[in-house]
């Protein structure tokens, strides 16, 4: 059940879309002056609003940017009901953040065709923001977990005993752990791109090389025995995978 507000100084209009509206289960509200109807609007929270254009005390856009102006009433269906039937009328009030015009006088089955088109792309609005909603939460949340498995994964190759290092899908070398910086005695930032390979034996360093980017292009396993060198210059066969 919706609650749609009427303002109209037109007591007989103001019944009969109250009975309308009434007849399809929704409950109404309705104001004989623009002002009271405002008052209304922003103190309540309406699901469709008609609005009279043209009325002794305001004229019926001004309450419409006032509505509209309002972050909390925004985006409330505006329905303007009006005797006017030229086009600048009509175009003025859309470009107000009406949402649509009904010419009086209408007829019944019109004015609930409205209603319900309305409710209807309001409540599918709702939904989708919701969606949006829960789905950047998960977003928000999906990306914390990643962030604590990163975490987690880098403080153990940060301390584990065996040399690691990482490279981009081109092989270049993004990081380069403690275990294998101590050993080679070259840092993580001389390591950065090709520099790893200084690490390893000079007699073993194209061959070593070639098979690593042969096995980055070809996106199969690395799995070969050469020898490294440590800071003091003495080599020790590695299998590096």
Not at 69 to 85: A, E, K, M
Not at 109 to 129: D, G, P, S
Request: charged fraction near 30%; proline fraction near 3%; glycine fraction near 6%.
């Amino acid at each position: 059940m919706a609650d749609v507000l009427i303002v109209d100084d037109d007591v007989e209009i103001c019944l009969m879309l109250a009975d309308l509206v009434g007849n399809i289960g929704h409950k109404t509200v309705f104001c004989h002056t623009l002002a009271e109807g405002l008052s209304h609007a922003m103190s309540l929270n309406f699901d469709v609003i008609f609005l009279d254009v043209k009325m002794p005390d305001i004229d019926g856009y001004e309450v419409c940017q006032r509505l509209k102006s309002n972050p909390s009433h925004q985006d409330i269906p505006v329905i303007f009901i009006t005797v006017r039937d030229k086009l600048s009328d009509k175009m003025k009030a859309f470009s107000i953040g009406g949402v649509d015009y009904l010419t009086k006088p209408f007829e019944a089955e019109e004015v609930i065709a409205r209603v319900k088109t309305h409710l209807t792309i309001n409540t599918l609005k709702r939904q989708l923001e919701k969606a949006n909603e829960t789905l950047e939460e998960k977003v928000r949340s999906r990306t914390e977990e990643l962030r604590q498995s990163e975490e987690r994964f880098r403080t153990l190759i940060e301390l584990s005993p065996t040399g690691v290092f990482l490279t981009d899908a081109e092989g270049q070398c993004t990081y380069w752990n403690p275990r294998i910086a101590k050993f080679t005695g070259i840092s993580t930032e001389e390591a950065q791109g090709d520099g790893w390979v200084l690490g390893i034996h000079e007699e073993d360093r194209e061959r070593s090389f070639a098979e690593w980017t042969r096995c980055c292009r070809e996106r199969i396993p690395y799995n070969i025995e050469s020898r490294y060198v440590d800071r003091e210059g003495r080599s020790t066969w590695v299998i590096a995978q």
